[in-house]
C-alpha cells in the first residue's frame, strides 16, 4: 500500500496533470479578474485550496477545480518525493540533483511567501513618528477601554472574525459583541437622503442617523471595499446584567471613535485599517520629491527618517529612495509613493521571511545547469579526442 | 546509494509540520496602550476567544508606552509648578502634567487648543459638570461662580467644579478645576481634573500657571517626562476633552446646547486622522445646526418664503463615486441619471486656496442644487447647496466665492 503511494505521489503523470492543472487555473483565473479583480481572484483560485462554486456564496458550495495552494503542494510533494525516489549519487548527476533543488526551494518559497509575508503600508508626514503600518485591505474593530487614568486598553478584531458573524466572547471585554450585519462593501447615506423605506442602520451613535446599503465587491486595483458592520453590545448572562448599550454601526467611513458607557466604564468603538505595531519607530524627516527639469517626470522621490528602537537600543537616520529600500527586523520598508503637494511619504512595508528563496533557487538551479552542460561538454570533447570524426 | 525511506518520510511530512505552525494572522489582538495615545504602543498577546460567555481575566502584559508618534507643536509657553509631572502630549493636548498627592490621589492637567469658539464657555463647563454626575447651569449662575483671570492670551473665564461621578474613584476623580480662554479664531481650555482635595490645593497654582502662558515656543517640562517624548493622537477625546459644538466631526460625541458654525469656520481636529479644513461663508449665509454627517450647515432666507440649505459634509474614500452621486443628486431634484461619458460635460471645476473643487449645477422640477467636491488625503469632501432655482441662481456667485476660500491644509 505504502509502495503504491510512493509511486503514485512520485509519479511523471502526477506531475503532468499538476501543470496542465496550473495552466487551466492561470487561464480562468486571469479571465476572472474582469469580474472579481485582481485581490479577489487571488484569494479564490490562488491563495486556496480548492476552487469553490458558486463564488462569493454563503450557502451551499460546491468544489469545482483545485486552488493555487493545492496543486502548488502537490507539485511541491511530487517533485521532492521523486527526486528522493529515484535520488542516486553519481557526479554525472549532479547537475541535475542541483537544478531539482532549486525548483524545490522556488516552490516552497512560493508557497510560504504566500502562507506567511504581509504586505502594509506606512503613511508618514514630515515630522510624524509611527511604531505600526496598516492594512490596504483588511480592517478591524478596536474597541478601547478607557477607563484606566493612566492607560488603554486596545481589544482589535480582526475583519475575519467579524466576517464569520456571530458571538464574539473575550476575556478582555466585559461584554459581549454580536455580529447583526457585515457589509463586506456598502454605502453610507444620511438618512434624509437615504429615500422614504430608508432605515437607521442602528440604534446608537451615528448608526441612528444613518442607512448602510450594500454594494457589490470593489474589483478595480485601485478601489476598495468599505467595510462596515452592525454590532451589538450584549450585556454577559447573569446576575445583574446591566442595560445592553444597544447596537452600533462601525465603518471605515466614519473617521471618529463612537463611544458608549458599559458597566459604568468609558468605551469606544471605531473601525480602523489593520494595524500591524513594530517594536521599533520611523520618525520622517523630510520628502523629497524631484523632477526632470521643466517636467512633471518623477526623477527621484525619497525619504529620510530617523529609525528608533529602545529595545535595541539603537537611532540612527535612514535613507529610503527608489530600488534603495531599508531592511530592518525582517521588513523591508520600500518607498513607494508620497501624497499631493508631497504632504505626506508611503512606505511599502512588506514581511517575507522566503525573500532570499527565489534569489538562492536561480543561483543554485543556475549552477545545475552550468555544471550539467559543462559536464556534458567535457564529456563530448573527450569522445571527440578518443574517437576523432572521420 | 539510495536515499534511505525514513528521510524520505521526514522530507514529505516537514513541510505539513511547517504549515501547521503558520501564526494565525488573524487572531484577536489585546494590548494596552499609554491613555489617550492608542497609535503608540507595542501589541501584548493574541487573546484567543473564550468559550461560552464567562468572562476572564484581562490576558496580555502591560504593554509599555510606546514609542513617539505624531504631535504638533506646543502652540503656546508657559511655567508651570515645578511639583508637576509632564505628561506625553498629544494632538489634542498642547501641555499635559500629573500632580500627586498622598494616599495615591492624582489631578490629571492639561491645555487643549481648539479653532474657533469650540462651543462656548458655558457649553463646555455644562458638559464637564455632566462627567461629575452634576446639574447643568445657566448663563446666568455661571456668571455668578466664575473667576476672571488675565492672562497674555486673553481674558481666562476659571470655574471650580465639584461632584463624583457614579462608579468614580475618589482618589483620581471629583473635582474639576478649568479656565476656558474663548476667542473667535481659537479657544484655549485649561482643566486640572482630578481627587477633590489634591485639586484644591493645586488650585492657586494652576491659575497662577494660567496667568503665565503666552504665545511662543515650547513649554519646558516640569519634571521627567514619563513614557514617550510625544505620542500620536488616539480615539480617547471624545469622552474627555472639549468637543467643538459647531461644527462636530462625523461621530464625535454631540454637545448640548445650541450648535452654530462660525462665518469664518474650521472643522477642529480632535486628533490627525479628523479632518481640518477652513472657509469664508459669505456674510448673508447663517450658521445653522451640525450633525454626525454634516460638518457645517448654512441657510439664506429668500423671497417668498424661500430657504436655500447648505451644507458640508465628509466621507471616508470617493465618497461612493462621482457618477453614483450626481445621478443620486439629479434623483433628489427629480431629474433622470447621465452616463459617464455625459457627466464630464457637466462638471466645472473651481480652483481653491489649496487645490481644486469639482462642481455641478443642476436645475430640475423639484429645486435647484450646486455642489461641489473634492477628494483630500483619502477623504472626500462635499460641499452643497439646495434650494428653489431662483434662489440657488442668485447664491450661486456667493457659493463658488465660498468654495474658492476653503483650505483643505490651513
Given at each position: 500500500?505504502?509502495?503504491?503511494?510512493?509511486?503514485?505521489?512520485s509519479?511523471l503523470?502526477?506531475t503532468?496533470?499538476?501543470l496542465?492543472?496550473?495552466?487551466?487555473?492561470?487561464?480562468?483565473?486571469?479571465?476572472?479578474?474582469?469580474?472579481?479583480?485582481?485581490?479577489?481572484?487571488?484569494?479564490?483560485?490562488?491563495?486556496?485550496?480548492?476552487?469553490?462554486?458558486?463564488?462569493?456564496?454563503?450557502?451551499?458550495?460546491?468544489?469545482?477545480?483545485?486552488?493555487?495552494?493545492?496543486?502548488?503542494?502537490?507539485?511541491l510533494?511530487?517533485l521532492v518525493?521523486a527526486h528522493l525516489r529515484r535520488f542516486r549519487w553519481s557526479w554525472s548527476k549532479l547537475g541535475i540533483h542541483l537544478t531539482h533543488a532549486g525548483l524545490i526551494i522556488l516552490l516552497a518559497g512560493?508557497?510560504?511567501?504566500?502562507?506567511?509575508?504581509?504586505?502594509?503600508?506606512?503613511?508618514?508626514?514630515?515630522?510624524?513618528?509611527?511604531?505600526?503600518?496598516?492594512?490596504?485591505?483588511?480592517?478591524?474593530?478596536?474597541?478601547?477601554?478607557?477607563?484606566?487614568?493612566?492607560?488603554?486598553?486596545?481589544?482589535?478584531?480582526?475583519?475575519?472574525?467579524?466576517?464569520?458573524?456571530?458571538?464574539?466572547?473575550?476575556?478582555?471585554?466585559?461584554?459581549?459583541?454580536?455580529?447583526?450585519?457585515?457589509?463586506?462593501?456598502?454605502?453610507?447615506?444620511?438618512?434624509?437622503?437615504?429615500?422614504?423605506?430608508?432605515?437607521?442602520?442602528?440604534?446608537?451613535?451615528?448608526?441612528?442617523?444613518?442607512?448602510?446599503?450594500?454594494?457589490?465587491?470593489?474589483?478595480?486595483?485601485?478601489?476598495?471595499?468599505?467595510?462596515?458592520?452592525?454590532?451589538?453590545?450584549?450585556?454577559?448572562?447573569?446576575?445583574?446584567?446591566?442595560?445592553?448599550?444597544?447596537?452600533?454601526?462601525?465603518?471605515?467611513?466614519?473617521?471618529?471613535?463612537?463611544?458608549?458607557?458599559?458597566?459604568?466604564?468609558?468605551?469606544?468603538?471605531?473601525?480602523?485599517?489593520?494595524?500591524?505595531?513594530?517594536?521599533?519607530?520611523?520618525?520622517?524627516?523630510?520628502?523629497?520629491?524631484?523632477?526632470?527639469?521643466?517636467?512633471?517626470?518623477?526623477?527621484?522621490?525619497?525619504?529620510?527618517?530617523?529609525?528608533?528602537?529602545?529595545?535595541?537600543?539603537?537611532?540612527?537616520?535612514?535613507?529610503?529612495?527608489?530600488?534603495?529600500?531599508?531592511?530592518?527586523?525582517?521588513?523591508?520598508?520600500?518607498?513607494?509613493?508620497?501624497?499631493?503637494?508631497?504632504?505626506?511619504?508611503?512606505?511599502?512595508?512588506?514581511?517575507?521571511?522566503?525573500?532570499i528563496a527565489p534569489y538562492l533557487a536561480c543561483v543554485i538551479v543556475g549552477v545545475g545547469l552550468l555544471f550539467q552542460l559543462t559536464w556534458h561538454f567535457v564529456g563530448f570533447l573527450r569522445r571527440r579526442k578518443t574517437h576523432p570524426a572521420k | 546509494m539510495k536515499f534511505?525511506?525514513?528521510?524520505?518520510?521526514?522530507g514529505?511530512?516537514?513541510?505539513?509540520?511547517?504549515?501547521?505552525?503558520?501564526?494565525?494572522?488573524?487572531?484577536?489582538?489585546?494590548?494596552?496602550?499609554?491613555?489617550?495615545?492608542?497609535?503608540?504602543?507595542?501589541?501584548?498577546?493574541?487573546?484567543?476567544?473564550?468559550?461560552?460567555?464567562?468572562?476572564?481575566?484581562?490576558?496580555?502584559?502591560?504593554?509599555?508606552?510606546?514609542?513617539?508618534?505624531?504631535?504638533?507643536?506646543?502652540?503656546?509657553?508657559?511655567?508651570?509648578?515645578?511639583?508637576?509631572?509632564?505628561?506625553?502630549?498629544?494632538?489634542?493636548?498642547?501641555?499635559?502634567?500629573?500632580?500627586?498627592?498622598?494616599?495615591?490621589?492624582?489631578?490629571?492637567?492639561?491645555?487643549?487648543?481648539?479653532?474657533?469658539?469650540?462651543?462656548?464657555?458655558?457649553?463646555?463647563?455644562?458638559?464637564?459638570?455632566?462627567?461629575?454626575?452634576?446639574?447643568?447651569?445657566?448663563?446666568?449662575?455661571?456668571?455668578?461662580?466664575?473667576?476672571?483671570?488675565?492672562?497674555?492670551?486673553?481674558?481666562?473665564?476659571?470655574?471650580?467644579?465639584?461632584?463624583?461621578?457614579?462608579?468614580?474613584?475618589?482618589?483620581?476623580?471629583?473635582?474639576?478645576?478649568?479656565?476656558?480662554?474663548?476667542?473667535?479664531?481659537?479657544?484655549?481650555?485649561?482643566?486640572?481634573?482630578?481627587?477633590?482635595?489634591?485639586?484644591?490645593?493645586?488650585?492657586?497654582?494652576?491659575?497662577?500657571?494660567?496667568?503665565?502662558?503666552?504665545?511662543?515656543?515650547?513649554?519646558?517640562?516640569?519634571?521627567?517626562?514619563?513614557?514617550?517624548?510625544?505620542?500620536?493622537?488616539?480615539?480617547?477625546?471624545?469622552?474627555?476633552?472639549?468637543?467643538?459644538?459647531?461644527?462636530?466631526?462625523?461621530?464625535?460625541?454631540?454637545?448640548?446646547?445650541?450648535?452654530?458654525?462660525?462665518?469664518?469656520?474650521?472643522?477642529?481636529?480632535?486628533?490627525?486622522?479628523?479632518?481640518?479644513?477652513?472657509?469664508?461663508?459669505?456674510?448673508?449665509?447663517?450658521?445653522?445646526?451640525?450633525?454626525?454627517?454634516?460638518?457645517?450647515?448654512?441657510?439664506?432666507?429668500?423671497?417668498?418664503?424661500?430657504?436655500?440649505?447648505?451644507?458640508?459634509?465628509?466621507?471616508?474614500?470617493?465618497?461612493?463615486?462621482?457618477?453614483?452621486?450626481?445621478?443620486?443628486?439629479?434623483?433628489?431634484?427629480?431629474?433622470?441619471?447621465?452616463?459617464?461619458?455625459?457627466?464630464?460635460?457637466?462638471?466645472?471645476?473651481?480652483?481653491?486656496?489649496?487645490?481644486?473643487?469639482?462642481?455641478?449645477?443642476?436645475?430640475?422640477?423639484?429645486?435647484?442644487?450646486?455642489?461641489?467636491?473634492?477628494?483630500?488625503?483619502?477623504?472626500?469632501?462635499?460641499?452643497?447647496?439646495?434650494?428653489?432655482?431662483?434662489?440657488?441662481?442668485?447664491?450661486?456667485?456667493?457659493?463658488?466665492?465660498?468654495?474658492?476660500?476653503?483650505?483643505?491644509?490651513?
Open positions: 500500500m505504502a509502495h503504491r503511494f510512493f509511486d503514485f505521489i509519479s503523470k502526477l503532468i496533470v499538476c496542465s492543472a496550473a495552466m487551466i487555473l492561470v487561464f480562468v483565473g486571469t479571465l476572472a479578474q474582469v469580474n472579481f479583480g485582481i485581490h479577489e481572484v487571488q484569494e479564490r483560485y490562488f491563495q486556496s485550496l480548492v476552487v469553490w462554486w458558486p463564488a462569493g456564496s454563503q450557502g451551499l458550495r460546491i468544489p469545482v477545480f483545485p486552488g493555487g495552494h493545492l496543486i502548488g503542494g502537490v507539485l510533494v511530487n518525493a512560493g508557497l510560504f511567501t504566500d502562507l506567511f509575508s504581509v504586505e502594509s503600508f506606512m503613511r508618514l508626514a514630515p515630522g510624524e513618528t509611527k511604531n505600526y503600518s496598516e492594512d490596504s485591505r483588511a480592517v478591524e474593530l478596536v474597541v478601547v477601554d478607557g477607563s484606566d487614568k493612566e492607560f488603554e486598553q486596545v481589544t482589535a478584531i480582526p475583519e475575519e472574525r467579524l466576517k464569520r458573524g456571530g458571538t464574539i466572547a473575550l476575556a478582555s471585554l466585559p461584554f459581549r459583541i454580536i455580529v447583526r450585519h457585515f457589509y463586506q462593501n456598502s454605502q453610507l447615506q444620511p438618512l434624509d437622503q437615504a429615500g422614504p423605506n430608508a432605515v437607521p442602520a442602528a440604534s446608537q451613535g451615528v448608526g441612528a442617523r444613518v442607512a448602510v446599503s450594500e454594494l457589490p465587491r470593489a474589483t478595480a486595483q485601485n478601489e476598495g471595499d468599505l467595510v462596515s458592520a452592525v454590532i451589538e453590545i450584549a450585556p454577559v448572562p447573569g446576575p445583574d446584567v446591566p442595560p445592553s448599550p444597544g447596537t452600533w454601526l462601525v465603518s471605515g467611513q466614519l473617521d471618529t471613535p463612537q463611544t458608549f458607557s458599559f458597566a459604568g466604564k468609558p468605551w469606544r468603538l471605531a473601525m480602523r485599517q489593520a494595524r500591524y505595531y513594530k517594536p521599533f519607530s520611523l520618525t520622517l524627516k523630510k520628502f523629497t520629491h524631484e523632477r526632470y527639469p521643466g517636467t512633471q517626470i518623477p526623477k527621484n522621490f525619497a525619504s529620510s527618517a530617523t529609525l528608533n528602537d529602545p529595545e535595541r537600543n539603537e537611532s540612527r537616520d535612514v535613507l529610503i529612495y527608489m530600488n534603495h529600500p531599508l531592511r530592518y527586523r525582517g521588513e523591508t520598508f520600500f518607498q513607494s509613493g508620497f501624497e499631493e503637494n508631497e504632504a505626506a511619504t508611503i512606505l511599502q512595508v512588506v514581511y517575507n521571511p522566503s525573500f | 534511505p525511506r525514513p528521510l524520505l518520510c521526514f514529505l511530512v516537514l513541510p505539513c509540520v511547517l504549515f501547521s505552525a503558520c501564526k494565525d494572522k488573524n487572531a484577536v489582538q489585546v494590548y494596552r496602550v499609554s491613555k489617550g495615545e492608542s497609535d503608540a504602543a507595542a501589541p501584548g498577546n493574541s487573546a484567543p476567544e473564550s468559550p461560552g460567555t464567562g468572562v476572564m481575566p484581562a490576558m496580555g502584559a502591560p504593554a509599555e508606552p510606546g514609542a513617539p508618534a505624531s504631535v504638533q507643536p506646543p502652540q503656546v509657553t508657559g511655567t508651570p509648578p515645578s511639583n508637576w509631572e509632564a505628561r506625553p502630549l498629544s494632538a489634542m493636548r498642547q501641555a499635559s502634567y500629573l500632580v500627586k498627592g498622598d494616599n495615591g490621589a492624582t489631578a490629571d492637567i492639561s491645555l487643549v487648543i481648539l479653532a474657533g469658539p469650540a462651543g462656548g464657555a458655558l457649553d463646555n463647563i455644562n458638559r464637564w459638570l455632566s462627567q461629575l454626575g452634576q446639574p447643568e447651569i445657566t448663563a446666568e449662575q455661571l456668571a455668578k461662580i466664575a473667576r476672571h483671570v488675565a492672562s497674555p492670551l486673553g481674558d481666562a473665564t476659571v470655574v471650580d467644579l465639584e461632584g463624583l461621578p457614579q462608579g468614580g474613584d475618589a482618589a483620581k476623580d471629583g473635582r474639576i478645576v478649568a479656565g476656558i480662554i474663548s476667542g473667535d479664531s481659537r479657544s484655549f481650555f485649561f482643566k486640572m481634573r482630578g481627587n477633590a482635595a489634591l485639586a484644591e490645593s493645586q488650585k492657586e497654582a494652576f491659575i497662577q500657571w494660567i496667568g503665565t502662558m503666552r504665545q511662543g515656543e515650547s513649554a519646558p517640562p516640569a519634571g521627567p517626562v514619563s513614557g514617550a517624548e510625544a505620542v500620536s493622537p488616539a480615539a480617547s477625546v471624545a469622552a474627555t476633552e472639549p468637543v467643538s459644538a459647531t461644527c462636530p466631526v462625523a461621530g464625535a460625541t454631540p454637545v448640548a446646547g445650541p450648535a452654530t458654525c462660525p462665518v469664518a469656520g474650521t472643522a477642529p481636529a480632535a486628533d490627525s486622522e479628523k479632518p481640518r479644513i477652513k472657509w469664508e461663508a459669505p456674510a448673508g449665509w447663517k450658521p445653522g445646526a451640525t450633525s454626525a454627517m454634516r460638518q457645517a450647515s448654512f441657510s439664506v432666507a429668500g423671497q417668498d418664503g424661500e430657504s436655500a440649505d447648505i451644507s458640508v459634509s465628509v466621507l471616508g474614500g470617493d465618497g461612493g463615486g462621482d457618477l453614483e452621486n450626481v445621478n443620486r443628486w439629479r434623483d433628489q431634484i427629480g431629474l433622470g441619471n447621465v452616463e459617464a461619458g455625459e457627466l464630464k460635460a457637466l462638471v466645472v471645476p473651481v480652483a481653491c486656496h489649496d487645490g481644486e473643487i469639482f462642481t455641478v449645477d443642476m436645475a430640475g422640477p423639484k429645486a435647484r442644487m450646486l455642489v461641489g467636491w473634492a477628494k483630500v488625503d483619502g477623504k472626500s469632501w462635499f460641499f452643497k447647496l439646495i434650494a428653489p432655482d431662483r434662489l440657488a441662481g442668485g447664491e450661486k456667485a456667493g457659493f463658488e466665492k465660498f468654495l474658492r476660500s476653503v483650505q483643505f491644509h490651513p
